[in-house]
C-alpha cells in the first residue's frame, strides 16, 4: 500500500507558475506509474499527465501540452508537476495516483491510489 501527499498549491495570477509535489510512503514507489489529475468545479476528474515508473516516458493532455512538465525521484518518492503560462481554467482541485503496473492509463478507476488533493487557483 502506498499513501500519496500533495503539497505545492495556491494562488497565482495568469501566466505564472507553480510547481506541485506528491511525496509517497513506502519502498515501492518505482513499482507505481504515477499520474495527476485535476478537478474543476462542477466537472469530472480528469487526466493531466502521467510518467512511467523510471521516469523515462511522459505523457501529457493536450490541454497542457507545452507548460505543464511531470517529473519524479524515485530515490525520494516524490514527483513533481511544473506548471507554466498557468490559466485561470487552470484552476482546480490537483490529485496524485499511483497505479500497480507500468501501462498508461487515463481513467480514474485504472488507479489504486489517490493523494487528498492541493488546490490551484489561477485569477486572471
Known amino acids: 500500500q502506498v499513501q500519496l501527499v500533495e503539497s505545492g498549491g495556491g494562488l497565482v495570477q495568469a501566466g505564472g507558475s507553480l510547481r506541485l509535489s506528491c511525496a509517497a510512503s513506502?519502498?515501492?514507489?518505482?513499482?507505481?506509474?504515477m499520474g495527476w489529475f485535476r478537478q474543476a468545479p462542477g466537472k469530472e476528474r480528469a487526466f493531466v499527465a502521467g510518467?512511467?515508473?523510471?521516469?523515462?516516458?511522459?505523457y501529457s493532455a493536450d490541454s497542457v501540452k507545452g507548460r505543464f512538465t511531470i517529473s519524479r525521484d524515485n530515490a525520494k518518492n516524490t514527483m513533481y508537476l511544473q506548471m507554466n503560462s498557468l490559466k485561470p481554467e487552470d484552476t482546480a482541485v490537483y490529485y496524485c495516483?499511483?497505479?500497480?503496473?507500468?501501462?498508461?492509463?487515463?481513467?480514474?478507476?485504472?488507479?489504486?491510489?489517490w493523494g487528498q488533493g492541493t488546490q490551484v487557483t489561477v485569477s486572471s
Open positions: 513506502g519502498r515501492t514507489f518505482s513499482s507505481y506509474f
Open positions: 510518467i512511467s515508473n523510471s521516469g523515462g516516458s511522459t
Open positions: 495516483a499511483a497505479r500497480r503496473g507500468t501501462r498508461l492509463r487515463v481513467e480514474i478507476h485504472e488507479y489504486d491510489y
